[in-house]
């Protein structure tokens, strides 16, 4: 019987190492009778969804890998053809992103996050409320540019070196406090034993003769009691009259007191709120980076699926570009930012906002005054401002104005300047910018003196036309894996499209028509929020744009009203280390338990929610128009019960 429970357990633990492989081969083959049962267009590329978003969710191959699946299965099912398939998988916000990285690869190889962000924090100041409200500023700030994961890699080694120079010094503090506590002790420790010794040392002396003995074998036994107590060896009656001449010996005794560091030895932190500051900060920069990435339309790889997605299922609706997307998300961001460091400081550093939060340089401790000079010290590392971030911060100023006055809407935009309109769009700005960035060089010109290289590699120096950026630089940040991801995303709703799949759901939703339009986006964010807790951010929204869209579309709802909010949801997957890269980032660094990012990640969530729903409900109405069904919506709805 125990070899075969042996051998059981054996089979058990070999099937679960492989669980992997077998959710590869099994899934395609459960599912397989759909499209053998039902040959339709439908039933088909219901498969290739089924399969495609289980491998998403599970994790069982490679995101990237994954999302190749439509590319095999659309022509050999009769979905679509390999060349429209293939068409999919790169886009106009491929070359948005392309442009993007090139710019942030400047950024970080010339070191213009890093001074951008200790500046904010030494505006900030040390006191602990304002020092995570200005790491958060500067996240938020450098997430819109750049991607959630890299301003997270950026900014958690600045905030790590402040919170080691906190902990040093709580140490230290720590150290004095029990050294002078030491001293006391041994002043009045030492006081006792002298008057104790002088009261044994006159009953030696003034005894007689007779009751010496007795006195001095009493004399012994408490003096080995004292000596045995600190763990030395017993001393003879004989030994001691021969070297102390019988008297007690008069020497201090040096007793360690070693209860005073025990505490302090079983943690790393000097005190309960110095752990409460780490992780308080730490968990600051994720949801920062997060609420970051909401504010522009290329800020995370969400909203670039969503804008594609949108734009290739509604062609006519010309209401979603740069400007309109950052008039929306930017109050968003703001009210979430302020909620968001309110529960955070209320949850780890309590509500005595006025000693956390005051700038009065009288009311700094020690330590924080030494935060300051660390930080000050970082900064002066970094040097004067060098050509090539004068360069990175001129491009990134020209590419968000001409982002933002391409096409405003209140009046007319730099495009009208050309005859042909609808020929160029934001992916054409950075694509450019980012081109010339191959081009211009690293080195002031018409200048000997060569401006200081921090970054760059050494063999690049001896080239005075070396370039502000090189492909192993853009090479280094590109995601390719997202790019096919979004991809495949493409792929699939083109594939729903065309089959008809995504009429059908629609009619499968009509019962949800007597629901008001704000309870199906409240459902809709609920539901999303909770998947992408578990599952990829890009993957979860690629499966659930299709479904909301036909249901928007059966209920006569605005698109957007239900696609809008979902997509900003979806970056809501902050309870769980695996619910993005940044919450993995700041995990690794060891601040903060899983119960803390849970308990502190639900209430971001449902603040996240709760504004999203205010906005979609208050200022998204009247720029987007969303109490009426728009005639590109109809038009998509006609076309595609036809």
Known sequence: MRL???????????????RKLV????????????????????????????VTAVYWVSEAVPLGAAALVPAFLYPLFGVLKSSEVAAEYFKDTTLLLMGVICLA???????????????MVMIAGAKPGMLVLGFMCCTVFLSMWLSNTSTTAMVMPIAEAVLQQLICTGLADSLEDSESAEATEDDSAESNKEDKLKNNHLELLYNDSNDCSKQELSS???????VNGLGLMPISGQEFNQHTNGHLPQIAIEIPNVRRVKARRDSQYPTKRDHMICKCLSLSITYAATIGGLITITGTSTNLIFAEQFNTRYPDAKVINFGTWFIFSFPIALIMLVLTWLWLHFLFLGCNFRETC???????????????????????????????????GVFFILMTLLWFTREPGFVPGWTSLFEKKGYRTDATVSVFLGFLLFLIP???????SSSKRKNADESSDSDPLAPMITWKDFQRLMPWEIVILVGGGYALAAGCKVSGLSVWIGRQLEPMSGLPPWA??????????????????????????????????????????????STMCVSFGVMLPVGNPPNAIVFSYGHVQIR?????????????????????STWGVPLFSLNEFPAWAVSRNVTGSL
């Open 105 to 119: 690869a400047s950024i970080e190889k010339w070191n213009l996050h890093k001074r951008i962000a200790l500046r």
């Open 442 to 448: 690293a080195r002031r010109p018409f200048s000997s």
């Open 220 to 226: 012994i036994s408490e003096g080995q009691t004292e």
């Open 596 to 616: 803390d990012m849970v308990k502190a990640g639900f209430g971001v969530n449902l603040i996240g929610v709760a504004v999203v729903m205010l906005a979609i």
């Open 358 to 392: 005051s700038l009065s340089k009288k009311r700094k401790t020690r330590r924080e005054m030494l935060s300051e000079m660390r930080i000050h010290e970082e900064y002066a590392k970094l040097g004067p401002i060098s050509y090539p971030e004068v360069v990175t």
């Open 4 to 18: 075969e429970a042996a051998a059981r357990m054996d089979l058990f633990r070999k099937l679960w190492s492989a």
């Open 520 to 565: 199906v986006t409240l459902l809709a964010c609920l539901l999303v929020s909770a998947v992408t807790e578990f599952a990829s951010n890009p993957a979860t929204l690629t499966v659930f744009l299709p479904i909301l869209s036909a249901l928007s579309e059966t209920l006569q709802i605005n698109p957007l009203h239900t696609l809008i909010p």
């Open 23 to 50: 959710l590869v081969v099994f899934i395609p083959l459960s599912l397989l009778p759909l499209p053998l049962i039902h040959p339709t267009s439908e039933a088909c590329c219901a498969y290739v969804l089924m």
